[in-house]
């Protein structure tokens, strides 16, 4: 049976038989995503129904939100355009790793993942057009907006301040940088084998075409009472091949008598960049 809940400013339709939904994580969504800066660019490798997703487009980010369930892909869709963030939502349904991969080739054909982001960036400058000639404006009142350079990528875009949760976000968000050139945030919100996809990084990332800082990895683990935070980060480094510096851990809730979740944080290292032949 599908139902709506609410989290803060959004709203998501859902069905519990069919997605997942955990209404105590709502904090660690809002936290998480107030870290995010108007313009940034998001990748969410196990997006769900869009709790991450959803409310960092509703700050003005660009995300690249995929999903291997299909009921949750759609349910992502849906709730994308129910919050009127669809222009900024770029859904995709595959494995995680070949999102990842896909996502990080550089391309200039069709077919790729920034095909698909362009196509929406287009979509959406007609709609703006077409609005415009009909002397309608879309703009949340009070709405400034602002050119935005940041990390020290162009990324040409605009934020939209003083807006409400149900006003448009309009195309003037959306990045110029192509995902294999800057991203800001990865969320890996899948706490039982996440860790393990940070293979997904070791080969992906061409130095040539990287602008700025590596992203920040948002990586969800559990840690039993029998673990460490040393442990864990020695097989966030067994997967990810290279040594990480300056982790962060916030401890998310407990989940059993002898087990946490936690969010691991830290700076892809410079040493997952690909050398040119």
Known sequence: METEVKQYGARFKLDYSLVYWNS???????????????????CDMFAG????????????CFVYANDLNPDSVRYLKINAQFNKV??????????????????????????????????KTKEAVASEEEDTNAGISREAPGANKKPETENGVGKDCKTIEGGHANKRLKQTVLPIAKPWEHIDHVIMNLPASALQFLDSFSDVIQRKYWKGPLPLIHCYCF???SETTESTIAEAESALKFHIEDPVFHKVRDVAPNKAMFCLTFRLPEACLVEEN
């Not at 904090?27 to 660019?41: A, D, I, V």
């Not at 770029?90 to 698909?116: P, W, Y």
Request: charged share 25%; proline share 4%; hydrophobic share 40%.
């Open 223 to 225: 840690i039993r009472a």
């Open 86 to 119: 669809d222009e900024l939502v770029c859904v995709h349904n595959m494995d995680a790793r070949k999102f990842i991969s896909q996502l990080m080739t550089a391309s200039n054909g069709e077919g790729n993942l920034q095909s698909v982001a362009d196509d």
């Open 49 to 60: 129904i869009g709790p991450f997703a959803i409310p960092a487009a509703q700050k003005g």
């Open 24 to 42: 105590r994580l709502e904090h660690e969504h809002m936290r998480l995503t107030s870290l995010f800066k108007p313009g940034e660019t998001v």
